[in-house]
């Protein structure tokens, strides 16, 4: 559900209803169980907000990683 949701440099993340129909697919082929997909439904509101803190932090550590490179001289526009 994470991948799904997470926003990628390539890509926006999915809405939490395309996640769930994608992962409603996967149940019925099976790749993922059922049980597990339930929890994550009950879940999803704590999982998002989970995934989006954790994204934010990670676009914070990454954008001051880019600002001390160039202030070392590194490639600029990383």
Do not use: C, W
């Amino acid at each position: 559900m994470i991948a799904l949701r997470a926003e990628r440099p390539y890509r926006f993340g999915l809405s939490v209803r395309n996640t769930l129909q994608i992962m409603d697919s996967m149940v019925r082929q099976p790749i993922l169980g059922g049980d597990l997909v339930g929890i994550v439904v009950r879940n999803i509101e704590e999982l998002n907000a989970i995934r989006e803190s954790a994204q934010s932090k990670a676009l914070e550590q990454h954008k001051k990683f880019v600002a001390d490179l160039q202030e070392q001289g590194g490639p600029a526009g990383t």
